[in-house]
């Protein structure tokens, strides 16, 4: 595996995910320093609704926006090295992953999968999961149906369009677990409240979440 890395390595030279300049940490100093002003690592409980408490690294504007969606959107997906490295560099927020069993990525549905290539939040999981002692499973929660984006919907009808849309198969996994939800932005909570709902229905015992961004 290591032999693998490295030949990847001198084909795709790893990058500051910001300003794309090599760097084999994957985030170099310079924007370390940037992007700390947009950091509001904020950890709330949420008492009144399926997920128990939320976690928050960014502000969603400016260079963590541009990113993001480039991320997200623009085919990039080697980004997920960048984002990683900030979640486990932070003591914060890796004392926060050591309270759950299991970290699970915000499905997206079998179409947006293959229109996109990739799981945006699924990438950072899985790097989270082989640096940490979470066991990464998203064999679990799944998309049922494939639903308009979030982004293009006010919020009445954002919680309409994820209502019934995840369900659950193999939830002997997850019984009496504390599972970590990843999701990339937070706008209404829509997405998460749903995906909670549907885990705290299966027999999860706790259910938090991480997400990069808060707009």
């Known amino acids: 595996m290591r032999i693998i890395n ?16 090599i760097c084999n940490e994957h985030l170099c100093k310079k924007c370390e320093i940037k992007i700390k002003n947009y950091e509001i ?27 993001l969606i480039k991320y997200k959107f623009q085919n990039k997906a080697y980004l997920y090295k960048t984002f990683s490295k900030i979640i486990l560099k932070n003591k914060k927020m890796y004392s926060f992953l ?15 999968n293959k229109q996109r290539g990739y799981n945006q939040s699924c990438l950072i999981a899985k790097e989270i999961s082989r640096s940490s002692n979470l066991k990464f499973e998203n064999k679990c929660l799944i998309k049922q149906k494939d639903t308009i984006e979030q982004s293009r919907l006010d919020k009445k009808q954002r919680k309409i369009n994820v209502q019934g849309a995840y369900k659950i198969i193999n939830k002997e996994k997850l019984f009496n677990k504390n599972i970590l939800l990843l999701d990339d932005i937070y706008t209404t909570g829509n997405t998460v409240e749903e995906c909670a709902r549907t885990l705290k229905q299966a027999g999860a015992k706790k259910v938090g979440v991480l997400t990069i961004a808060k707009d």
């Open 98 to 112: 050591k309270s759950y069993d299991i970290i699970i990525p915000v499905p997206i549905s079998k179409k947006r």
């Open 6 to 21: 490295k030949i990847l390595d001198l084909i795709y030279p790893p990058i500051c995910g910001f300003c794309e300049k």
């Open 41 to 67: 690592i904020s950890i709330r409980e949420n008492s009144n609704a399926y997920f128990d408490e939320i976690l928050y690294i960014f502000k969603y504007e400016d260079v963590i926006r541009d990113t």
